[in-house]
């Protein structure tokens, strides 16, 4: 499976400053994995611990990964993955736990 | 330095004012590499808590799109504090991810006054920079050179 990864600014110094890249697998995982091959380090700012790390959104098509699997989220032959770096924050002293 | 419309600061303000006590946040867009905020986006507070925010994750993409579609960035990133001062916490540094974005506290723990400061955070780092609030654009310069070297 082929998709167009989008990728946000913060994130650009992975992909030689490509906005868009090509990455090949039938889930999210594999898509990542397939991803540190070609853009060494990059996986290191979206997955922290085996999931998803908190500071991102990625969304296959227009789903926010976080509902339909995770990193277990299917794609399919030409979908759209799209990264983008959470917005968040507050004035709590001390992060909540469960962030969704 | 920030430079802002009137009526742009009015509207942050009020929002935040708005969802007193919970958090307020949102962003201000303006043209790619302006550093001109010009369209006020209005934000929902995903957590509704009165000491988090997230943006809806939904909302924000459809939001980014729009800013790409429209060679638009986001100048600004407002949020409001309720109870403590307009100052970055460590959750708003962690988080920050936009070096080239202003980012706005907004605070309204006291009733009849806010406090509303501005911030560039660059790895980790807070700088605060001064606001100039405007009433148009027209007679302020607000070119890309108004813009701190990076050093």
Known sequence: MSVTVSVPTILRTYTGGEKSVKASGSTIAEVIEDLEIRHSGIKGRLVKDGSLHRFVNVYVNDEDVRFVGGLDAKVHDGDNVTILPAVAGGSAAHERQTML | ?151
């Open chain 2, 1 to 151: 330095m920030l430079t802002i419309r009137h009526d742009l600061v009015d509207a942050m303000v009020a929002h935040a004012r708005r969802d007193h006590p919970d958090e307020a946040c949102g962003v201000v867009a303006g043209p790619v590499g302006s550093n001109r905020p010009e369209r006020f986006i209005e934000m929902a507070n995903a957590e509704r808590s009165t000491t988090f925010y997230r943006f809806d994750a939904a909302e924000q993409l459809r939001v980014w799109r729009a800013m790409d579609a429209a060679d638009e960035e986001p100048v600004v990133i407002y949020h409001s504090h309720t109870a403590t001062e307009a100052y970055p916490s460590r959750t708003d540094i962690s988080y920050a991810s936009q070096p080239d974005a202003h980012y706005v506290l907004i605070s309204t723990r006291k009733p009849d006054t806010h406090e509303l400061r501005s911030y560039r955070i660059i790895d980790g780092e807070v700088t605060e920079e001064p606001v100039d609030v405007v009433e148009s654009y027209m007679f302020s310069h607000t070119g890309a050179d108004d813009v701190p070297d990076a050093s």
